[in-house]
């Protein structure tokens, strides 16, 4: 089989799951990550036979892919930024607005700073805001064992130092720590709103780190916005990421507890979806 007809075959067999740009772009993670085949190579070589130990192996990791698991779980990471971030089962896929978030947070003068990343699943922001900044320590914590070696993992692998917890954060703590900078992306979707899930989301990826299993919606946020009036310094800054169709409440919820400089910021979908809020600490 030629590449051309392997690209042809391979698309047809994802369109059950993805659209046409998305397949096409399947293929090629996949064929890259597994044939070693980048895109240019894919089009200088279409007539290239490929032979059937490759093509059986390229088979497989299509057949999960029809499985409908995530290409990123079938890869095993994503690249971001530099950043090699594995990923499995335990934890979330880091999403482009997630990503918004971290340049957004970087805009800030980061360095020699204490942050903290509250759920911080594959340690996504915590790697993203150390790679950049100078000599600020970052502490991020998670409920989930699973998660926390996975993340431990990224921090070794991408070299940078991070001091990882497993910390409830809807449990009262009252540490001795204070933070410069407190960042949280929670779960914020309601269980009564799987529907407006994908399968593939809701298959593979943790639920806990999707939903919020309660009839609050915002019981992470004003767990966390509690928690940051008692561990952010003065001048602390808490940043999260929302709910599209929630971030005026978390405006709120920031608004009666007596943040102020309050900003939203919209993602590059054009959403409102990440707001920051000082704490001065006079509340
Ligand atoms: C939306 S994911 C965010 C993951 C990562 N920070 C990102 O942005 O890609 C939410 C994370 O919060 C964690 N989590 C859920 N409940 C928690 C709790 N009670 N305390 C601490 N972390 C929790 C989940 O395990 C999950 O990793």
New binding site residues.
């Given amino acids: 089989m030629t590449l051309r007809q392997l690209k042809k075959l391979t698309e047809v067999k994802f369109l059950n799951i993805y659209n046409i740009n998305e397949s096409r772009s399947v293929f090629h993670l996949l064929l890259d990550e597994f044939l070693g085949i980048d895109t240019i190579n894919f089009h200088i070589n279409l007539e290239k036979k490929i032979s059937s130990d490759l093509l059986k192996l390229f088979n497989e990791k299509v057949s999960l892919v029809e499985k409908e698991i995530p290409v990123q779980y079938v890869i095993g990471y994503v690249k971001i930024d530099g950043l090699k971030i594995f990923v499995n089962k335990s934890?979330?896929i880091?999403?482009p607005e997630?990503i918004d978030l971290c340049k957004w947070i970087v805009q800030e003068q980061l360095n020699d700073k204490k942050i903290l990343?509250?759920?911080?699943?594959?340690g996504?922001?915590s790697l993203f805001l150390k790679k950049h900044s100078k000599n600020c320590t970052i502490h991020a914590?998670?409920?989930?064992k699973n998660?926390l070696g996975i993340a431990i993992k990224n921090a070794d692998q991408n070299n940078l130092d991070i001091n990882f917890n497993k910390?409830?954060?809807?449990k009262n703590h009252s540490f001795k720590i204070k933070f410069d900078l407190i960042v949280s992306?929670?779960?914020?979707v309601n269980k009564k709103e799987k529907g407006s899930i994908s399968n593939l989301v809701k298959k593979n990826e943790?639920s806990?780190?999707?939903f919020v299993d309660s009839k609050d919606d915002l019981l992470?946020y004003k767990a966390i916005i509690k928690f940051s009036k008692s561990h952010l310094n003065e001048n602390g800054i808490v940043y999260f990421?929302c709910h599209k169709e929630r971030i005026n409440k978390v405006k709120n919820l920031l608004i009666i507890n007596k943040f102020t400089d309050i900003k939203i910021k919209k993602d590059s979908f054009g959403i409102d979806r990440m707001i920051q809020a000082k704490n001065y600490g006079y509340a």
């Fill in positions: 934890v979330l880091p999403r997630t990343d509250i759920g911080t699943g594959s996504l922001i914590w998670d409920i989930s998660a910390i409830d954060i809807l992306n929670p779960p914020y943790p806990e780190a999707i992470f990421e």
